[in-house]
Nanobody
Framework: QVQLVESGGGLVQPGGSLRLSCVTSGSIFSINTLGWYRRAPGKQRELVATLTRSGSTNYADSVKGRFTISRSSSMNTYLQMNSLKPEDTAVYYC??????????WGRGTQVTVSS
């Protein structure tokens, strides 16, 4: 019922910034929570940030103070990433959870932080 498509990834130098976008379509008004995950090579998936419909946010300790999650009125999701570090290199996935707990995923966008 929900489809998500990420964009905005790319190559950036350490200390730089990127803004990821996620276009959300389908039954958007059933969504309770939006989020961003990432998976680095050889590592498990990590929850980066979440945003509830009520506006509450939560961040992984590794990105707190550097990343900001937000949404539009149409439930598109954004992740502003500042002060990027090489360890932020990963495929980033946006997600949306319905009130029932059903979780939807995008296909991912590559972020590479390197000098």
């Amino acid at each position: 019922q929900v489809q998500l498509v990420e964009s905005g990834g790319g190559l950036v130098q350490p200390g730089g910034s990127l803004r990821l976008s996620c276009v959300t379509s389908g039954s958007i008004f059933s969504i309770n929570t939006l989020g961003w995950y990432r998976r680095a090579p050889g590592k498990q998936r990590e929850l980066v940030a979440t945003l509830t419909r009520s506006g509450s946010t939560n961040y992984a300790d590794s990105v707190k103070g550097r990343f900001t999650i937000s949404r539009s009125s149409s439930m598109n999701t954004y992740l502003q990433m500042n002060s990027l570090k090489p360890e932020d290199t990963a495929v980033y996935y946006c997600s949306a959870a319905e009130n029932t707990g059903t979780l939807y995923w995008g296909r991912g966008t590559q972020v590479t932080v390197s000098s």
